[in-house]
C-alpha cells in the first residue's frame, strides 16, 4: 500500500520568510496529493492539491510542486505570516471516486514574529 | 459550498457507555464519507469507509463491533463507540467527498473517564 514521509517535522521560520515542506510517496499509481492544513482542535482544511498531470500549481503565497519520477511533491509558502502556524499534512491518493488518503505525519510550522 | 457539519464537537463520558457522532454533508450529498482518528501530534489513520446505504469497510485492527458506521441517507453518516473505554479517547475526524475533493468535519474531541 502507500506509504508517505513527511519532512521536517517541526519548522521555525521568521514571518515574512519562506517555508518549504516536503513529502515522498511509494505507489507511483497515487495521482492526487492535497495539502491540509490543521489548526489546534479543528479539523483539516485544504489549502491546495495538484494532479499527476501537473507539475506545479500556485495560490497567491502557496505553491505546490510535484515530481513524478522522484515521487516527491513539496508545499512552498511565501512571505509568512503568525497566523500560517499550524500543523500541515500532505497526503497522496489514487483519486477515484471513494478512495482514501494517506497522510503523511504532518510538520509543525512556527512563524516567529 | 461542500461543506461537512460533525457534532459534538467535544464529548466526555464514563467507561462503559456508547457516544455517537454524526457527520452531515451541509450542500451536497455524500455516498462515501471517511472516519478518521488522530491521536495527539499523530497523524490521521484511517478508520473505516462509509458507504450510502451498505456496510461500512473498517481498516485492518479497527474493531467494527466497537466502532458502529450507519450511513442511513445520502447527507448523514454516524460514528458509535460502543462500551467506551479511556483508550478510545482521541480525536474523531469525518470527510466527505464531492465533485471538487474532499472536505472535512471539524473533528469530535471524546474523553472517556
Known amino acids: 500500500g502507500e506509504n508517505v514521509e513527511q519532512h521536517p517535522s517541526t519548522l521555525s521560520v521568521q514571518e515574512g520568510d519562506s517555508a518549504v515542506i516536503k513529502c515522498t510517496y511509494s505507489?507511483?499509481?497515487?495521482?492526487?496529493f492535497p495539502w491540509y492544513k490543521q489548526e489546534l482542535g479543528k479539523g483539516p482544511q485544504l489549502i491546495i492539491d495538484?494532479?499527476?498531470?501537473?507539475g506545479e500549481k500556485k495560490d497567491q503565497r502557496i505553491a505546490v510542486t510535484l515530481n513524478k519520477t522522484a515521487k516527491h511533491f513539496s508545499l512552498h509558502i511565501t512571505e509568512t505570516q503568525p497566523e500560517d502556524s499550524a500543523v500541515y499534512f500532505c497526503?497522496?491518493?489514487?483519486?477515484?471516486?471513494?478512495?482514501?488518503?494517506?497522510f503523511g505525519p504532518g510538520t509543525r510550522l512556527s512563524v516567529l514574529p | 459550498g461542500a461543506v461537512v457539519s460533525q457534532h459534538p464537537s467535544w464529548v466526555i463520558c464514563k467507561s462503559g457507555t456508547s457516544v455517537k457522532i454524526e457527520c452531515r454533508s451541509l450542500?451536497?450529498?455524500?455516498?462515501?464519507m471517511f472516519w478518521y482518528r488522530q491521536f495527539p501530534k499523530q497523524s490521521l489513520m484511517l478508520m473505516a469507509t462509509s458507504n450510502e446505504g451498505s456496510k461500512a469497510t473498517y481498516e485492518q485492527g479497527v474493531e467494527k463491533d466497537k466502532f458502529l458506521i450507519n450511513h442511513a441517507s445520502l447527507t448523514l453518516s454516524t460514528l458509535t463507540v460502543t462500551s467506551a473505554h479511556p483508550e478510545d479517547s482521541s480525536f474523531y475526524i469525518c470527510?466527505?467527498?464531492w465533485g471538487g475533493g474532499y472536505t472535512f468535519g471539524s473533528g469530535t474531541r471524546l474523553t472517556v473517564v
Open positions: 450542500d451536497f450529498q455524500a455516498t462515501t
Open positions: 495538484i494532479r499527476s498531470n501537473v
Open positions: 497526503a497522496a491518493s489514487l483519486y477515484n471516486y471513494g478512495q482514501n488518503f494517506v
Open positions: 505507489d507511483s499509481a497515487s495521482n492526487y
Open positions: 470527510s466527505a467527498e
